[in-house]
């Protein structure tokens, strides 16, 4: 079946710098994307999402990027802070169900 | 203060004890969901409800079932654990499942089978 994939498990990220996390999608039908972190001993929790009408939306510190040509979504954190530090995913929306890949662990460089 | 509550938090048991894992949610969501979560798999639907009585399967639901008599609960039973049903799951909900509304999800329950 088709999956949502992201480019690279892990990220390490200087403190202060820019991080961007990848992720790859195949399922042409998805109609919404959402980016999710995840900490250590807790649930995922949302960061920001985006339909698939959208090419860009902008959060508080962070951008998520839609480019359905190349079926490909990126979330982009600004002065990328200890807290940060995650695994984040990214998840596509298919009729009622949301299909997740499988992570990318940030870690930030004080 | 708005919240998925799942319980029991960790469980360790053994092959064919019955078991339940319960969730709750105070928002009046109308959708929830199950999920596994293992090591390089990432989160797995098991069994998602749209509202009350309706149910249906997501990609892994064997070995699972599911029941929602009422909005707010949506308790996850495992009739005959198996050792392969070892793994990190959590309940999530939403308003609706379409786009515009991303799901909420609990703090995980850890289950070992033995």
């Known amino acids: 079946g088709e999956s949502v994939g992201l480019h690279l498990p892990t990220l390490s990220v200087q403190e202060g710098d820019n991080s961007i996390i990848n992720c790859a999608y195949s399922n042409s039908a998805s109609d919404y994307f959402i980016w999710y972190k995840q900490e250590s001993g807790k649930g995922p929790q949302f960061i920001i999402d985006?339909?698939?009408?959208?090419d860009k939306r902008q959060g508080q510190r962070v951008t998520v990027l839609l480019n359905k040509t190349v079926k490909h979504l990126s979330l982009q954190i600004a002065a990328t802070q200890p807290g940060d530090s995650a695994v984040y995913f990214c998840?596509?929306?298919?009729?009622?169900?949301?299909?997740f890949g499988a992570g990318t662990t940030v870690t930030v460089r004080a | 203060e708005a919240q998925v509550t799942q319980n029991p938090r960790y469980l360790i048991t053994v092959t064919g004890k019955k078991l339940t894992v319960t969730c709750s949610q105070n928002m009046n969501h109308e959708y929830m969901s199950w999920y596994r979560q293992d090591p390089g798999l990432g989160l797995r639907q098991i069994y998602y409800?749209?509202?009350?009585?309706?149910?249906d399967k997501g990609d892994v639901p064997e070995g699972y079932k599911v029941s929602r008599k009422e909005k707010r609960n949506f308790p996850l039973i495992l009739e005959s654990p198996s050792p392969n049903q070892t793994s990190l799951y959590f309940c999530?909900?939403?308003?609706?499942?379409?786009?515009?509304?991303?799901?909420?999800f609990g703090d995980g329950t850890r289950l070992s089978i033995l």
């Open positions: 985006i339909r698939s009408n959208m």
């Open positions: 998840a596509e929306n298919v009729d009622y169900k949301l299909s």
């Open positions: 999530a909900s939403s308003f609706t499942p379409v786009q515009g509304q991303p799901q909420h």
């Open positions: 409800s749209m509202n009350v009585e309706v149910t």
